[in-house]
């Protein structure tokens, strides 16, 4: 797959049937661009979004994700949701590995390969999220902290399918906090990110699409998007708006 610039949205556990209509009637003039624009909503909301996203004609133009998925394909997993379920409602892209599933949730680097290798096998796409955590930074761990959570994927899925696999590279003490990584900061990180990737293949490095997330919004978002190695947003707090949503969506 060749490299795609990318705006994804995260809703997290926010939101209601109130937003879905919202976000459909304030993102109703986006126009088509080269920029893939994915929202993310809570599973309850996927298929209502996915179908309103069609009936207002704008399924050329917003696709809709989930924010996680079980690694299983159905039968006894009490509360979990398969990609054989997001295929059934057309949904496209996952999201895996959010440092919130990583903290809150335990999810493990081997867990959250198993879960790309079932989103891939599924025909869906994964957004797989890296990120160091603000006293790994201080420690000058962010390079070993961002290859234990990119090389147990390759390990799972191999160096060639790690193309069809989109990285967000989320700090995460810049996630919801208003504190974005400053656009040099993060272009150095992206850039250390795909060269890790191109001593295993340097085609696969110049192909994926590596997103930047963590306070992303209208004012920085130009800055960010426009260096070399980032190919553009995972956005929480500010895709709750359409406005901003739109700016952001615009300056990828
Ligand atoms: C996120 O949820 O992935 C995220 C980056 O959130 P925020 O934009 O609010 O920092």
Redesign the pocket.
């Known amino acids: 797959m060749t490299r795609r610039v990318i705006v994804a949205a ?1 809703w ?1 556990m926010n939101g209601d049937s109130a937003l879905v209509d919202s976000m459909i009637s304030g993102l109703s003039d986006m126009e088509s661009s080269n920029v893939e624009v994915i929202i993310c909503p809570s599973f309850p909301y996927l298929s209502d979004l996915n179908q309103k996203i069609k009936a207002a004609d704008l399924d050329n133009i917003i696709q809709v994700g989930s924010q996680t998925v079980s690694k299983f394909v159905g039968g006894a997993h009490t509360g979990e949701v398969s990609t054989t379920m997001l295929n059934d409602l057309s949904i496209k892209y996952v999201i895996v590995g ?3 599933r990583r903290s809150v949730y335990n999810e493990t680097s081997e867990q959250v390969a198993s879960k790309v290798h079932a989103v891939l096998d599924a025909g869906l796409n994964p957004i797989l ?1 890296i990120g160091e955590t603000e006293a790994e930074r201080a420690d000058g761990k962010i390079e070993s902290v961002l290859l234990s959570q990119i090389q147990p994927v390759i390990d799972e899925i191999g160096i060639e399918r790690f193309s069809d696999v989109v990285i ?1 590279y ?1 700090p995460v003490w ?4 208003g504190k974005a990584a400053s656009s040099a900061m993060a272009q150095e990180t992206h850039y250390f990110i795909r060269q890790l990737i191109a001593k295993q293949s340097k085609q696969v490095a110049a192909n994926i699409s590596l997103l930047y ?4 919004n209208a004012a920085n978002c130009e800055e960010l998007f426009a260096q070399p190695d980032i190919d553009g947003g ?6 709750l708006q359409a406005e901003q949503f739109k700016i952001i969506c615009s300056a990828a």
């Open positions: 995260n997290k959010h440092s919130e999220c967000s989320e810049a996630i919801g906090t997330g963590g306070s992303v995972l956005v929480g707090g500010a895709s």
